[in-house]
Structure formats: structure tokens, C-alpha cells
């Protein structure tokens, strides 16, 4: 790890000690633990199965994104070993750890691993961006303006436009990108190539009729589950908030901090409570919510990434690393 890293780790623990020295100080601890007491047992069974088919579904999406070539349990393992190193350590190395964990297996290599989390993250934002206009229409408070969904929609249609003239454009792509690649620092024209390779691979996988339903209905079904997984937990707070505002608040809390992008303590508990506290809801009991959320999210990701690290045969050495393999790896 250089200085750079270390300092950049240190810069994050302090912000992190920060949001929660804020939140100590305005925050009534005391009735916040006495709305935590009410929690009902079953409704945080019935959260925690959510959760974990909601897991299922994501990992599934990224089986496809791999063209099936690795088993779910491959990238079940691999995502909550990489959800569970975004939760414990500072500046979302979880991403890179999972790609590790993949790109160790003999199903695909790294390049494809990484190329495929790239792709991943443009259905990821569709996802949140359909949550969050959803948590708008049914009356959440938050501030979204026609022009930022329409500039979301614009950012997503451009993308997948790029997409199908990657795909289209194959041939030219690379016979002239690699060696323009090649010019920066520490890449190779080959590495590069491969890269290119893999990427083009997953994008017309993709990009075909029959994949694509594929994917956009894992992604609907995982962030079905993940709703149900807020929606429940919220249930289990009892009468903490009214009827009418169950539906937007976690709607608002999915879209503001869905599972599939964990945070550390402190940073979760400050997406989730500052934004809709803002408009209107009852701070005390969206702190309990936040935490009793991102309990069962802690508990359920760090221990499947156990069984994953046991059942992948991976270090923790090796998945704490900082940096994923570049396009310079071997394979």
C-alpha cells in the first residue's frame, strides 16, 4: 500500500468519525434504541430472506453479463465477497476484491471480470434511477427536477447507444484502439487488445434480444427483493412511521443506498437519514430504520463472504489488495 492509499484510507476514517461524532451529538441515542426495541422478530426473518434472493438475483445478472460462463455460486460468492469488503474497508476496494475472487476461478479472466463490472454499473444506475423517480411519484420529497431525470435518462440511452456501436464497430475498435491505448503509461498494445477483446465479448453478448431480457429481468427481480428487503424492515419498526409514508420512505432509502452498493458505518446512516429527514420525516426513527437496515445488511454480507472465502479456497491477503489486475495480466 503507497502513501497516497494510506492517506486516502485515513481521509475516509475521518469523515466516517465524523458523521458519526454528528451523529451522536443530534441524535437522541436513548429513543432511538427504544424504537430499535420494537423490532419484530419475524418481519427481520422475512427481511433477511429478501435480502439474500435479492443477493441471488444480482449475482445472477452478473452470470449473464459473463455470457454463463461461470456457475451462480461463482459470482454469488464473489459479489458478497466484494459487498462485505465495501462495508469493512475504506474506498469501495470491495469492488476490485470481487473481480479478484473471479478472475482466480477458471471460468473467466480478469479482463473479462473487469470489462463485465463495467457494463454492470450502466443497469445498476438504471435501477437506482427508476427507484428514485419511483420514491418521487409516491410522494418521498425529495427534490428531482424534470431536467435531472431527464439528464439521467439522457447519461443511461447514450450509454446503451455506445454500446450497440461498440458492438457494431467491432472491427475498427480494434485495429486502431489498442495501439492508442498503448501510449499511456503501463499499458501494452497486447494487454490492451485483450481488454478490448473481453469488453466487445460481453457487450454483444449483451446486446442480443434474448440476453438482454435475461438481464433486465435479474436486475428487476434483485431490486424487487432489495425493495421487499427495505419495505419489511421498515414493517418491523411497528408503527415508527404511518402508512402513508411506508411506500416513499423506503423507496427514498433504496434509491438513496440500495444494497448492491454497501457503505461503511456513518456514510450509510447519512445517505439514508439526512436526504429524507430533510423533507419531512421523523429523524429518530429513520436513524433506527438506518440502523436496523444496515445491521442485517453487515451480519448476512460479511457472513456470506466467509463462506464464500472458505468455499473459493481465496485469502484474505489476497482480496484486501487495493488495486484489481491491469490489462497487463497474464491472462
Known amino acids: 500500500m503507497n502513501r497516497k492509499q494510506i492517506w486516502q484510507i485515513v481521509g475516509l476514517l475521518v469523515v466516517i468519525g465524523a458523521i458519526v461524532a454528528l451523529f451522536v451529538w443530534f441524535v437522541d441515542l436513548q429513543a432511538v434504541g427504544e424504537v430499535l426495541r420494537t423490532a419484530v422478530p419475524t418481519h427481520l426473518i422475512l427481511a433477511s430472506f429478501l435480502l439474500i434472493l435479492g443477493l441471488l438475483f444480482y449475482a445472477l445478472r452478473w452470470r449473464f453479463l459473463l455470457g454463463n460462463k461461470p456457475t451462480l455460486l461463482q459470482t454469488f460468492h464473489a459479489s458478497n465477497i466484494g459487498h462485505a469488503g465495501n462495508i ?22 480478469y479482463t473479462e471480470a ?4 463495467v457494463v454492470e454499473r450502466l443497469f445498476e444506475q438504471l435501477m437506482r434511477l427508476l427507484a428514485l423517480v419511483a420514491a418521487v411519484a409516491v410522494g418521498a420529497g425529495i427534490e428531482l427536477s424534470p431536467g435531472t431525470i431527464l439528464g439521467g435518462v439522457a447519461v443511461l440511452v447514450a450509454a446503451f447507444a455506445g454500446i450497440q456501436w461498440l458492438v457494431r464497430q467491432r472491427e475498427h475498435v480494434l485495429a486502431r484502439w489498442p495501439s492508442r491505448f498503448a501510449s499511456l503509461p503501463r499499458i501494452t498494445e497486447d494487454g490492451a487488445r485483450r481488454t478490448l477483446t473481453d469488453l466487445l465479448d460481453n457487450l454483444t453478448a449483451v446486446s442480443e434480444p434474448k440476453q438482454l431480457a435475461k438481464v433486465m429481468g435479474s436486475s428487476l427481480l434483485a431490486w424487487g427483493c432489495f425493495w421487499g428487503f427495505f419495505y419489511v424492515t421498515l414493517l418491523a419498526l411497528g408503527q415508527g412511521f404511518p402508512p402513508e409514508e411506508r411506500l416513499a420512505v423506503s423507496l427514498g432509502a433504496l434509491a438513496l443506498s440500495p444494497p ?9 446512516h447519512a445517505s439514508v437519514v439526512v436526504p429524507l429527514a430533510a423533507v419531512g420525516f421523523n429523524e429518530v426513527t429513520l436513524t433506527a430504520y438506518a440502523v436496523l437496515l444496515h445491521i442485517l445488511e453487515m451480519v448476512w454480507m460479511i457472513g456470506l463472504a466467509v463462506w464464500g472465502l472458505a468455499q473459493t479456497g481465496v485469502s484474505v491477503g489476497t482480496v484486501l489488495q487495493q488495486n484489481s489486475p491491469s490489462v497487463n495480466s497474464p491472462q
Open 88 to 109: 469493512i474497508v475504506p474506498a469501495r476496494a470491495g469492488e476490485a476484491m470481487r473481480i479478484v475472487v473471479l478472475g482466480r476461478s477458471d471460468a473467466v479472466t
Open 114 to 117: 473487469t470489462s463485465s463490472f
Open 260 to 268: 448492491s452498493a454497501p457503505t461503511q458505518p456513518g456514510i450509510f
